[in-house]
């Protein structure tokens, strides 16, 4: 019977802090998308604030190929607009809200569980 987990080949989030997510070694002080898929690697998420946040951003968590997008809203737990993940849903991604700790955790666990997950991690400047 095996009793240790399986190696994830996916990205992991080793870190975070107030103003940072460090993602393999890597740390990151801008809003950031990191993926589980192979072959990815984190990208900048050109999100400031909160209230800066249009459609259009989560637009392009559409192309990643994720079959569940999590959404980091920052230090605290804010809710995107309904209109806004409209381009999700007509695609069959699922989306889910929580503060940036908890996205980070969550998205460690699905991603060791080698599930398709995308992450989007507001850091607001």
């Given at each position: 019977m095996k009793l240790q987990p399986d190696k994830s080949n996916s990205l992991t989030i080793n870190a975070y802090g107030t103003g940072?997510?460090?993602?393999?070694?890597?740390?990151?002080?801008?809003?950031?998308?990191?993926?589980?898929?192979?072959?990815?690697?984190?990208?900048?998420?050109?999100?400031?604030r909160f209230e800066d946040l249009q459609?259009?951003?989560?637009?392009?968590?559409?192309?990643?190929?994720?079959?569940?997008?999590?959404?980091g809203s920052g230090a605290r737990l804010r809710f995107p607009k309904p209109a806004w993940l409209g381009i999700l849903i007509s695609k069959?991604?699922?989306?889910?809200?929580m503060d940036t700790g908890a996205a980070c955790r969550t998205y460690n666990i699905l991603a060791s569980e080698g599930r398709k997950v995308v992450v989007a991690l507001l850091?607001?400047?």
């Open positions: 940072w997510i460090e993602v393999n070694g890597d740390r990151f002080s801008s809003s950031l998308i990191v993926s589980s898929l192979a072959g990815s690697s984190p990208q900048v998420w050109e999100v400031r459609a259009t951003d989560f637009e392009v968590l559409t192309t990643t190929g994720a079959e569940l997008v999590l959404f069959g991604i699922g989306m889910e809200t850091q607001e400047c």
